[in-house]
């Protein structure tokens, strides 16, 4: 079917068909949702190269990843993140553009990509306290969304984060309320906006309780499984050891496992272990029991929304700067237990 035939269904102009399909703000939301609706049910495509031409869009997503963060291509957490905004592309007759650039050709090949013309916009990943991108997508015209917040960022931007602090002040109070006062922190490397707020979140739940905090109890790396055990065997070999630990990932996490069976301890009876981020698609935390318990919030949710809003801002450029903050649910799993007797 082509748009003419699906704007002769609907007993509409083809113009008024191809603007609701688009985005244009002058399309009333009642119609929208009726041409949306028919162009599914007909199994309707829009002709991307001619709306390119009608609208002078590129129709496609920017997606920059500086080489030093390559690894964020094989991390199943931005695997999924990228599947969920892929949806939503697919579903507008939008393409991604993925770029590997070297760290400090990064703004250079912002500002090319808005020159030439190759994207409509871009999803801003990783972001950092004080982040420069913010201000340089600002300067340079470019629609944008972030996936996270970067403190100290004066500048209105639209964003779309979870509730970091909060998720770890629950994961670090549940911890409390089982007896455990030796709590680890096994964090992701904290010039990143999250890691900040998730140490946060865990520094306010010990301040509550009256714990002072031990630096000796605390690790900021890349979330590895490799940095995930070295940080479990250093505390664990503490004579005050840790009794359970809060993990930035799944994957650090099962290096802090690693490091649990390595003393011949056993998870959630002689120490405890809460991960984030435990629902992603090719690493199930368990199948009707969950293995971890966790503070859950889906990734390939949140790269559809993220792309949602984003395609949202590009169809209508003079609308005010969007945040949507989600709030991660505590899963009760099998590594958690109360605090043994020492």
Avoid at 21 to 44: D, F, Q
Avoid at 164 to 192: C, K, P, S, W, Y
């Amino acid at each position: 079917m082509n748009l003419k035939e699906l704007a002769q269904k609907l007993g509409l102009s083809p113009t008024t068909v191809s603007r609701a399909l688009n985005g244009y703000p002058e399309v009333n939301e009642a119609t929208r949702e009726r041409v949306m609706a028919a162009a599914k049910r007909h199994n309707y495509r829009p002709n991307t190269r001619a709306i390119r031409l009608a609208t002078g869009r590129a129709m496609a997503v920017g997606h920059v990843i500086p080489i030093a963060t390559r690894h964020e291509i094989v991390n199943p957490v931005f695997a999924d993140f990228i599947a969920g905004a892929g949806e939503a592309y697919s579903r507008a007759g939008y393409d991604m553009v993925l770029s590997v650039v070297p760290d400090e050709d990064e703004e250079r090949s912002y500002r090319e990509l808005k020159s030439r013309g190759t994207v409509d916009g871009i999803i801003v990943h990783a972001p950092r306290l004080q982040d420069p991108r913010i201000p340089l997508l600002h300067d340079i015209g470019f629609p944008f969304v972030v996936h996270g917040r970067a403190t100290g960022t004066t500048l209105p931007y639209s964003w779309l984060d979870v509730n970091n602090r909060r998720a770890f002040q629950r994961a670090t109070e549940f911890l409390l309320d089982l007896g455990h006062t030796r709590i680890g922190l096994v964090n992701g490397l904290e010039f990143m906006d999250f890691a900040v707020r998730r140490r946060t979140g865990y520094l306010d739940a010990l301040a509550t309780r009256g714990i002072l905090p031990d630096p000796a109890l605390m690790a900021s790396d890349e979330m590895t499984e490799t940095s995930g055990f070295r940080a479990a065997s250093r505390m664990l070999a503490m004579a005050d050891a840790p009794t359970a630990f809060v993990v930035s990932s799944m994957i650090s996490a099962m290096g802090v496992r690693r490091a649990i069976d390595d003393r011949g301890l056993k998870i959630g009876r002689d120490v405890s272990i809460i991960i984030h981020d435990d629902e992603l698609s090719y690493m199930r935390n368990g199948d009707d029991v969950p293995i971890y318990t966790a503070t859950r919030s889906s990734v390939r949710d949140a790269g559809r929304q993220a792309a949602e809003m984003l395609l949202d801002i590009i169809a209508n450029p003079d609308s005010a700067p969007q945040q949507r903050l989600l709030e991660a649910e505590l899963i009760i799993g099998q590594s958690t237990g109360p605090a043994p007797k020492r």
